[in-house]
T-cell receptor
Framework: DQQVKQNSPSLSVQEGRISILNCDYTNSMFDYFLWYKKYPAEGPTFLISISSIKDKNEDGRFTVFLNKSAKHLSLHIVPSQPGDSAVYFCAASRSVGGSQGNLIFGKGTKLSVKP | EAQVTQNPRYLITVTGKKLTVTCSQNMNHEYMSWYRQDPGLGLRQIYYSMNVEVTDKGDVPEGYKVSRKEKRNFPLILESPSPNQTSLYFC????????????FGPGTRLTVT
């Protein structure tokens, strides 16, 4: 059973507009969430994270929102740039309970930003 | 330059021939981990290590072994590779645990025939 779900395999956005990537999780024990970006032929790159004590975290053009009651998080990219075109992975972890090393990834969303 | 290195980058082998993929980091990170990426399945964790001599299973550990004898190295061992282990493998490291952003290596593409 998938614990972290990214239901949109792909997303296409116009340059300058907002990109919104969504992620849902089923395990209420997750308390840390991360987004990674991956270009072809490269390893993933850490983008931004959020802990469950917050509902928003911002870093430049990237903002992650967390809705714990809905078990949903989203990554907003504003404004979107062609260089943002990549596959974005959502991931979740637990900070307690002996599972601090375990990281669960979603299947990814391929973002295409059109000039 | 801070980095995670993996070797080899590409490998084609035959069923049953033992192989090792090496992973090394130069950031003095305590946490290291191995993942495999398959089409339609995203990234799945194979094994992780919270520190030297401490390793634990991820979500898909079957058919793999790891060791963490020193902080900088975390080799992935396939004792008897099978075609279903054909995949793209990534090693990663971070300061402390999985919830801290990890540095990923460039990947090793393994084909088992």
């Amino acid at each position: 059973d998938q614990q972290v779900k990214q239901n949109s395999p792909s997303l296409s956005v116009q340059e300058g507009r907002i990109s919104i990537l969504n992620c849902d999780y089923t395990n209420s024990m997750f308390d840390y969430f991360l987004w990674y970006k991956k270009y072809p032929a490269e390893g993933p790159t850490f983008l931004i994270s959020i802990s469950s004590i917050k509902d928003k975290n911002e870093d430049g053009r990237f903002t992650v929102f967390l809705n714990k009651s809905a078990k949903h998080l989203s990554l907003h990219i504003v404004p979107s740039q062609p260089g943002d075109s990549a596959v974005y992975f959502c991931a979740a972890s637990r900070s307690v309970g002996g599972s601090q090393g375990n990281l669960i990834f979603g299947k990814g969303t391929k973002l295409s930003v059109k000039p | 330059e801070a980095q995670v290195t993996q070797n080899p980058r590409y490998l084609i082998t035959v069923t049953g021939k033992k192989l090792t993929v090496t992973c090394s980091q130069n950031m003095n990170h305590e946490y290291m981990s191995w993942y495999r990426q398959d089409p339609g399945l995203g990234l799945r964790q194979i094994y992780y290590s919270m520190n030297v001599e401490v390793t634990d299973k991820g979500d898909v550990p079957e058919g793999y072994k790891v060791s963490r004898k020193e902080k900088r190295n975390f080799p992935l061992i396939l004792e008897s590779p099978s075609p279903n282990q054909t995949s793209l493998y990534f090693c990663a490291s971070s300061l402390s645990w999985a919830g801290v952003g990890q540095y990923f290596g460039p990947g090793t593409r393994l084909t088992v025939t």
